[in-house]
Nanobody, 125 residues
Framework: HVQLVESGGGSVQAGGSLRLTCTAS????????MAWFRQAPGKEREGLAS???????NYAESVEGRFTITKDYSLHTLYLQADSLKPEDAATYYC????????????????????WGQGTQVTVS
């Protein structure tokens, strides 16, 4: 499994921005699929965005147009630029890695991923 470590969470005012970072290690080649999820207290984990090893992205409707997923392949680092943050965006954000299974785009479904980070908390007031 890939080891993943998230950072960049914090407290921000509504309308503000954050950039979350996920650093991957323990995988010699480019990870086929990576994604960002979040989980708010009392709610199920929600898939937000995914990116393939050739740069194809996929977004959930709840964040499309406000969040951007990118990846620096040389640094094995995944990013999530979160803009125009709303109070309902407050959650613990997780990155995940997993196989592509021949799909054109990577899934934003939790069960498609087998490696997870520990999460980074985002608060929006």
């Amino acid at each position: 499994h890939v080891q993943l470590v998230e950072s960049g969470g914090g407290s921000v005012q509504a309308g503000g921005s954050l950039r979350l970072t996920c650093t991957a290690s323990g995988y010699e080649r480019t990870v086929p699929c990576m994604a960002w999820f979040r989980q708010a207290p009392g709610k199920e984990r929600e898939g937000l965005a995914s990116i393939t090893n050739d740069g194809k992205t996929n977004y959930a409707e709840s964040v499309e147009g406000r969040f951007t997923i990118t990846k620096d392949y040389s640094l094995h680092t995944l990013y999530l630029q979160a803009d125009s943050l709303k109070p309902e965006d407050a959650a613990t954000y997780y990155c995940a890695a997993g196989p592509r299974r021949g799909r054109e785009y990577c899934s934003t479904q939790e069960d498609s991923y087998d490696s997870w980070g520990q999460g980074t908390q985002v608060t929006v007031s």
